[in-house]
């Protein structure tokens, strides 16, 4: 369930601490910008060619997960 785990790095020193593909400085909300912006997942992985398909899947992944456990308060 977790694979996605395995592209994902946390570092506080590295974009501020955003989740990161690994070895990379490229962010998963960056990954989640280009995809809805319009980018196409080739598109993508020929503008960063240290990308990957099994990234963009990780990217998405992961913001499913975190969707799962967003609490919604009423302001």
């Known amino acids: ?12 020193e590295i974009r501020f601490g955003k989740p990161c593909i690994k070895g ?3 962010a998963v909300v960056d990954i989640l910008q280009w995809l809805s912006s319009g980018m196409t997942h080739q598109e993508i992985l020929e503008d960063f ?7 963009i899947m990780a990217a ?9 456990y967003i609490k919604l308060s009423a302001a």
């Open 49 to 55: 060619p240290s990308l990957k398909e099994e990234h």
């Open 1 to 12: 369930m977790k694979e996605y785990l395995q592209y994902i790095s946390i570092n506080p």
């Open 24 to 26: 990379t400085r490229i």
């Open 60 to 68: 998405l992944a992961f913001a499913a997960y975190r969707e799962m």
